[in-house]
């Protein structure tokens, strides 16, 4: 996929293969590095992993129910949770330091995107008060569609979010996901019969330009 309109000055990057955990991390560091080093553009990546649980800074091992697939220490922020195929992983790699310095307005930011983007293909999804996320309703229940885990290293974003389009949702029953047992998980196929990875993706870069748009607006000043 071509980068979005209004995005000439990043690089957006759409993997067309499943990423092991493992490269995606040494790539998304090697290149926050070389942005903070001012030697490489900022990047939005987009992929999928094979499927694996992640540990963030806060895990609880009790939530580790049954490591049914590799588990890996992340380093970002959250509990655990769950990558796999039919899962839109997305990592922003972006200089905070041009951008605003606001950690917690970049998280809000992340996840009005992933909102926004939603929307576009009919699922009205929300932010829901403590705790981080991307909410929507599922047969008259509050369920998590997407996650939000972030990392920034020298104001250089690491991570990002995850977006269920059509995974397979028996997977998150290894672990307490994001450490909220009482809520379930759901995803664009079951709500809607369809999950296209290529319409989400299409959805994102879209809304890209808003996103960015708002990193600029401190969160402070939003009415």
């Known amino acids: 996929m071509p980068n979005p309109p209004d995005l000439a000055d990043i690089d957006w990057r759409v993997e067309p293969r499943l990423v092991p955990y493992r490269q995606a991390l040494a790539t998304m560091e090697a290149r926050a590095a070389a942005v903070l080093a001012r030697e490489a553009r900022e990047l939005i990546w987009l992929v999928e992993h094979p499927p694996l649980y992640t540990a963030g800074t806060s895990a609880d091992p009790a939530e580790l129910i049954e490591a049914r697939f590799p588990v890996f220490a992340s380093g970002r922020g959250g509990r655990y949770t769950y990558h796999?195929?039919?899962?839109?992983v997305g990592y922003p790699v972006?200089?905070?330091?041009?951008?605003?310095k606001d950690v917690r307005g970049y998280v809000h930011a992340l996840e009005g995107w992933v909102i926004a983007a939603l929307a576009r293909l009919g699922i009205a999804a929300f932010r829901a008060e403590g705790r981080v996320g991307i909410w929507t309703v599922d047969d008259g229940k509050e369920a998590k569609i997407g996650a939000i885990g972030v990392r920034v290293r020298r104001w250089v974003t690491l991570h990002?979010?995850?977006?269920?389009?059509?995974?397979?949702l028996t997977h998150f029953g290894g672990i307490v996901p994001c450490g909220l047992p009482d809520f379930a998980v759901t995803s664009i196929a079951r709500l809607t019969g369809a999950g296209d990875m290529a319409a989400l993706d299409a959805a994102l870069a879209a809304t890209v330009p808003a996103f960015l748009q708002t990193l600029s607006c401190p969160l402070k000043n939003e009415a």
């Open 160 to 168: 990002g979010f995850a977006v269920n389009v059509a995974p397979d």
């Open 94 to 100: 972006l200089d905070l330091a041009r951008r605003g």
């Open 84 to 88: 796999g195929p039919g899962q839109r």
